[in-house]
Nanobody
């Protein structure tokens, strides 16, 4: 399976923007559904957004209208554009890969990145 590696995290002020990248190895990247999850301190990991092989997307209600996911199969990369960031968006963001159709459950994904920290100050 592909091996994701996240990057692009950092510290931003409320209302700011950040773009995360998830680079994944493998010739079959285009056959993998991808997703972003996040985990805040003291909280369980939660689904943020998923993107299908064909580019279809599914967003958690908490990020709809603010976050945008996209994929570039030629570059084996998934992006997460985060706008209008809020302190509650502060978390470690993880990229995950699943061979086949889009999914939203942690257990559906077999390959995970190491995570990248996003901190939003008030």
């Amino acid at each position: 399976q592909v091996q994701p590696v996240e990057s692009g995290g950092g510290l931003v002020q409320t209302g700011g923007s950040l773009r995360l990248s998830c680079a994944a190895s493998g010739r079959t990247f285009s056959s993998y559904a991808m997703a972003w999850f996040r985990q805040a301190p003291g909280k369980e990991r939660e689904f943020v957004v998923g993107i299908s092989v064909g580019g279809g997307t599914y967003y958690a209600d908490s990020v709809k209208g603010r976050f945008t996911v996209s994929r570039d199969n030629a570059k084996n990369t998934v992006y997460l554009q985060m706008n209008s960031l809020r302190p509650e968006d502060t978390a470690v963001y993880y990229c995950a890969a699943r061979f086949g159709s889009i999914a939203t459950r942690i257990t559906d994904f077999k390959s995970w990145g190491q995570g990248t920290q996003v901190t939003v100050s008030s």
